[in-house]
């Protein structure tokens, strides 16, 4: 399928891949007068910013929210006329469902004070009917002990972080829990700099971990710390797409790239429908993706081709159950990995989370989404068939929020999965995103994006995106 209407422009790029990345770049691309095509190998552009319809209810089947600690989003918004449609969430905030020795498992609120789990203020009180009075003794210790060789060391993970300064059990029972219910991932795979930017700087400067994130949420704007666009976060890959079609771009759906070659004049972009003559190339794929394409031309991407990220599935169920109208459990509920009988990773109560999506649901009408698979190669959780995800869901969802949800409660129900939606910055990140931009850097007329050299999060891909489609066209611009 063939959109926009192309116009008379400057040097011409080809963007593989239109999620958001590749529609940010291509806005870039298209504001600095470039004649612009966006391929996407699937029907709809929007990558993981995309939407369902349950119950007569149009939701979103992917990102819902997005980081206020820069103007990265709303700014985008404004820019697309979604501006007045920002929306900050219920301030209930979410639960943890935690393995307890008394009962089995426990759900308790989360402390609100922190980032990704690691607590601002070890003294908290709250802190040991969390993770138990001898932890949060050792918690306390993050205050008094000297940093050490810690943060000299290239290659530190989150995980490593949190222990050395909080303790395992920190780790264990808040972190973890959030990590891999928000990014769907083990802390200790995760690179410090990519998973938390910033918190090594913070920590020289203020000497210890939990006054580091102190410092950083007081730096952040004020109020809370996501928020979202009435109608859903789909809209602003739709309106993204229209603007560029409106502004000249083509965008061609259900185009998959078959090959990438560098030619004496550009580049040449082959698909099954025949192969495009370009000046540059943006790609803008998942990293096996990307890499795959580029290593004919650029072989030296090939050592850091990333791995292929388990799939993550996410059950929506929309239900009649009028006990909920009350968010027994706030906005959701993040799920321990030791947390017994839970396939589950993490349940949204959309409808307790979002006031504008309550109205739309009416009293006693729920929206519930629940996330499966960690990202480790070995769970299964989200590989089963939808049928059984769907029960599954059922049943957490109502271990979870403390709440009877059977069959006959539910008024409909979908299941969507994702791969490679959620790359992880592993040990080395940084290392090996700068050896795939030297390597790239070599071949004129070439960028490369995504969340899988951005980092995840729409902020960090939104603004790498940005970036490197504004130093595109300068580049470009320049050679004329």
């Not at 560098?262 to 943006?282: P, S």
Request: hydrophobic residues 45%.
């Amino acid at each position: 399928m063939i959109r926009g209407k192309q116009v008379e422009a400057g040097p011409a790029v080809v963007i593989i891949g239109g999620g958001i990345a590749g529609l940010c770049a291509a806005r870039e691309l298209v504001v600095a007068g470039l004649h612009v095509t966006v391929l996407e190998s699937s029907a709809v552009f929007g990558g993981s910013v995309a939407s369902h319809e349950l119950a007569g209810l149009t939701l979103d089947a992917g990102a819902e929210s997005f980081s206020t600690r820069s103007d990265t989003v709303p700014a985008l918004a404004r820019e697309l006329g979604l501006g007045n449609l920002i929306r900050t969430p219920n301030g209930a905030g979410a639960w943890l469902y935690l393995r307890s020795a008394e009962s089995g498992s426990t759900a308790v609120p989360l402390p609100q004070s922190g980032i990704l789990g690691i607590p601002a203020d070890v003294r908290d009180p709250a802190l040991p009917g969390l993770i138990g009075r001898a932890a949060s003794l050792r918690a306390g210790l993050d205050r008094a002990l000297p940093l050490g060789n810690l943060l000299n060391q290239d290659q530190l993970s989150l995980g490593a972080v949190v222990r050395a300064r909080m303790g395992p059990e920190v780790l264990k029972r808040l972190v973890a829990p959030v990590v891999g219910g928000v990014l769907s991932a083990d802390p200790d795979d995760l690179d410090v700099d990519a998973a938390a930017p910033g918190l090594r700087a913070m920590m020289r400067k203020h000497g210890s971990l939990g006054a580091a994130v102190g410092a950083m949420r007081k730096a952040a704007p004020a109020g809370t710390a996501v928020a979202g666009l009435e109608g859903g976060m789909h809209q602003l890959a739709s309106a993204l797409s229209q603007r560029l079609e409106r502004d000249g771009a083509v965008l061609r759906a259900s185009e998959r790239v078959q090959r990438v070659q560098r030619t004496a004049n550009g580049w040449t972009v082959t698909t099954r429908t025949g192969a495009m003559q370009t000046d540059a190339v943006v790609v803008a794929t998942d990293g096996p993706t990307a890499v795959d394409l580029l290593t004919p031309t650029v072989p030296g991407l090939a050592d850091d081709r990333p791995a292929v990220v388990p799939a993550v599935a996410l059950v929506s169920l929309v239900v009649d159950v009028p006990e909920l109208d009350a968010a027994p459990r706030g906005t959701g509920v993040l799920v321990a990995r030791d947390a017994p009988g839970m396939r589950a990773k993490a349940l949204t109560h959309a409808t307790a989370k979002w006031l504008w999506l309550a109205e739309r649901a009416g009293p006693g009408s729920h929206v519930l989404r629940l996330s499966f698979g960690r990202g480790a190669v070995d769970d299964e959780a989200a590989q089963q068939p939808d049928a059984d995800l769907y029960l599954a869901a059922l049943q957490d969802a109502s271990a979870l929020l403390g709440v009877e949800i059977t069959q006959t409660d539910v008024v409909d129900w979908d299941v969507v999965r994702w791969t490679n939606a959620l790359p992880h910055a592993t040990l080395g990140h940084r290392d090996r995103v700068a050896r795939i931009r030297a390597a790239a850097a070599a071949e004129p007329g070439l960028e490369l994006t995504g969340a899988w050299l951005a980092g995840t999060g729409l902020v960090a891909v939104i603004d790498n995106a940005r970036d490197r489609g504004a130093a595109l066209a300068r580049r470009l611009l320049a050679d004329r």
